[in-house]
């Protein structure tokens, strides 16, 4: 599980935003529609091979997804794609 304010890296394997960084943060107001569990910024949706919990994370610089949209402030990553960062 990560924590608000925790540093990531994207994973290589993620479609967009791939190998960057950022922090989980809670997400904005508009993302709040889609059901966040009770802490506030962690959502589990069904997956293929099961529930995924997804976290929000404000990439340190803009970005733009696979389909070339954005640039993106932040986004909905599933959690097998973040790996954390480990302070010095």
Known sequence: MFIIGQKVKISSEFSW????FGVISYPPESFKIFGYD?????RTV?????????YYV?????QIDADG???????EIAEKYLIPIRGK
């Open 17 to 20: 935003a791939k190998s960057e």
């Open 38 to 42: 009770r802490v506030g910024y962690i």
């Open 46 to 54: 069904p997956g293929v091979k099961g529930p995924m919990k997804l």
């Open 58 to 62: 404000k990439f340190d610089k803009p």
């Open 69 to 75: 949209d954005g640039p993106y402030c932040g986004a």
